[in-house]
């Protein structure tokens, strides 16, 4: 192997496990921020929404940032503004003002939607460079390391240590790791290089294609699923089942464990059956696990469910991400587009999930998320695997 590209491997899949750690080590204590601030599950959705306005304003803008500065300086600018969120979230908490605790949110929102963006354009080309599927791994990284956050998030909040201490820790480490991996990324392209050759129809064309528009929707219903379990399992589980805020971590955990384990080994199974019958078979899963964990009269029945949940919601995002990238001409613009759809659900969807949790209660809330999967099931046709002439071409390029 290449070593720029072993190495471009191994950044990637740093990059990717810090993603996930930052993340989670938010979302597994959200119960404890919505106690700090007295907030309802509807006000905490409220609260949710507005990093998810940071990160929609954000995405369209992704693609774009990263064909002109490059994914590592992208990742670089996204992590130095998830930490300094990070920071002001916890000035937040510790003052118990919800306006501080709303702009450390959007700006946490737009720094992880660049860095998600651009660490999924460079984990596409890394994957079309190896010629084997990868991407899987790559967000079994990011659920590797929100594993570890819900873990530490889970045993920080059993011995009682301040969610504001623990956002400061993971705002320095954020910072470091950030600035310091995407060195390792693959070289960005030369000027007139065929994957930078000039689209036609624009920047913004890729809004127009039918099928990266149905990828997007493919793409939605997995992260919906997703994001809503990563915002909502925890709470759920605390509300639901009266269980504690460190069991309703752990389910979290459970959650986050299956799907990293299902994303570590789903490539041989996509490359040996094809995308469309492996999403196919992940939705189903997913659906089957949400309706187990909402209907569950236990925590042990519930957390069957999550073990379901979590292993079908596992490839839907990444394998959406690859199917956007088959052409690397337009690989750039196309994941930036299915990103933007797909982040939308992931952020946006589960604050609304609040608002209707107080009308009917968190767990059975939950329930909506279904239909997004049934729709995403019926559209995963559009992922197909579709390699031109031309990305044959730059492949056999980069075998010389």
Partial sequence: MNPNLKSAVWA????????????????????????ALELSSGQMGALLLVGAVGSVLSLPLAGLISARVGTANTVRVGGAAAALAAATVAAGLQFQSVPLT?????????????????????????????????????????????????????????VDVDLPAHLVAIAVLSLAVSLWIPRYFLPVAAPGHAEQAPVAGGRFSAWREPRT???????????????????????????????????GALMFAVFV??????????GGYIDRHGRVRV???????SLAGLLLFVLAPNVLLAGVGAVLWGAGAALGFPMGMSAAADDPRHAALRVSVV?????????????????????????????????AVL????????ARERAGEEHTAILDKDRT
């Fill in 12 to 35: 990637t899949f740093a990059i990717f496990g810090l993603n996930g750690l930052v993340f989670a080590s938010w979302a597994a204590r959200i119960p404890a921020a919505s106690a």
């Fill in 339 to 371: 990103s933007t759809i797909g982040y939308t659900a992931f952020l946006a969807g589960p604050p609304l999930l609040g608002f209707l949790g107080d009308l009917v209660g968190i767990r059975t809330a939950l329930l909506a998320v279904g239909a």
């Fill in 102 to 158: 709303g702009a450390g949110l959007f700006l946490f929102g737009s720094g992880v939607a660049l860095w998600d963006v651009a660490q999924n354009i460079e984990g596409a080309d890394v994957e079309r460079r190896l010629r084997r599927t990868i991407m899987p791994r790559f967000h079994a990284a990011f659920s590797g390391g929100a594993f570890l956050g819900a873990l530490l998030g889970a045993g920080l909040a059993a």
């Fill in 375 to 382: 729709a995403s099931f019926l559209v995963a046709p559009a």
């Fill in 213 to 247: 528009l149905l990828i997007g929707l493919v793409v939605l219903g997995a992260a919906l699923t997703e994001g809503a379990a990563n915002d909502w399992v925890a709470k759920a589980t605390v509300d639901g089942l009266g269980s504690s805020e460190s069991v």
């Fill in 257 to 266: 464990a299956a799907m990293t384990l299902v994303r570590f080994i789903g």
């Fill in 279 to 285: 999403l196919q078979a992940s939705l189903g899963t």
